[in-house]
């Protein structure tokens, strides 16, 4: 399927937990094309987070196949995976994840850091991913000079800056107030609408309801994938 970004065919991850065999994930067969805005939910143990860590390369499953862009990623190494990670995954945590003591925008260039750019390119495209959010006048301000939905929207600028091929957002309003998470829902409709293909993991119907298609995972299973139109999903 040429348009497809993600490709799981019968995933599979169990654990070990204590001599007990736990199945996480029981045969999960689902595609996201590129461009869609995916809400995954599910009651707690349903599979979310193991789906979600899957998805990132952060960890690798048990039986069944993950293709990443045509890449079969379900077999490659750690290193590997690793690279895969930086180049086409932009993540956003609760917990928003930023150094203190930097700004902004140095904040942002971190990933470019590691990527090996140079200093010039890093505050480019930093700046350009911060403008993207809507903190054009707020890149030469700390953490703890931001409202939380600032601080976010630079979690979401550090994830982009890459331009990587998926959004993948953990639970991306669960330290926010409704309002808040309101605006930073704003941010992620207004990225869907320039393109970005966005994965979103809540237990949040209401924030659900953002995205064109939520799959809904009980016990390790998808037991709903339901796709929205354009009007239910605004």
């Known amino acids: 399927m040429s348009d497809a970004v993600i490709q799981f065919r019968d995933l599979r991850r169990e654990y070990d937990m204590g001599g007990e065999l736990v199945r996480a994930l029981a045969g999960v067969t689902l595609t996201i094309r590129r461009n869609e805005y995916v809400a995954v939910m599910g009651p707690s143990g349903s599979g979310k ?10 960890d ?14 379900s077999r490659m190494t750690d290193d590997a995976l690793a690279r ?27 990933p470019l850091v590691y990527a090996g750019l140079s200093a010039r390119l890093r ?7 911060l403008t993207r959010v809507g903190l054009a006048d707020r890149m030469d301000h700390r953490p703890n000079e931001l409202s939380g939905g600032q601080r976010q929207r630079v979690a979401i600028a550090r994830a982009l800056v890459n331009r990587p091929s998926i959004l993948l957002a ?11 998470s309101e605006e930073i829902m704003r941010v992620f409709g207004h990225l869907h609408a320039q393109g970005q293909t966005i994965v979103m993991v809540t237990h949040e119907a209401d924030i ?15 037991e709903s994938d339901t796709t929205r139109t354009a009007h239910a999903a605004a």
């Open 123 to 129: 505050r480019r495209s930093a700046e350009e991913a």
């Open 170 to 180: 953990d639970e991306p309003t669960g330290n926010l107030d409704s309002a808040t």
């Open 49 to 58: 987070s193991t789906l979600m860590n899957l998805i990132g390369c952060l």
């Open 208 to 222: 659900a309801e953002h995205a064109e298609r939520v799959v809904l995972l009980r016990d390790g299973q998808v």
């Open 84 to 110: 895969v990670r930086n180049k086409e995954i932009g993540f956003v945590f609760q917990t928003f994840n930023l150094l203190p003591r930097a700004t902004a925008l140095q904040n942002v260039e971190l």
């Open 60 to 73: 690798t499953p048990t039986e069944g196949e993950y293709w990443l862009n045509g890449q079969e990623v």
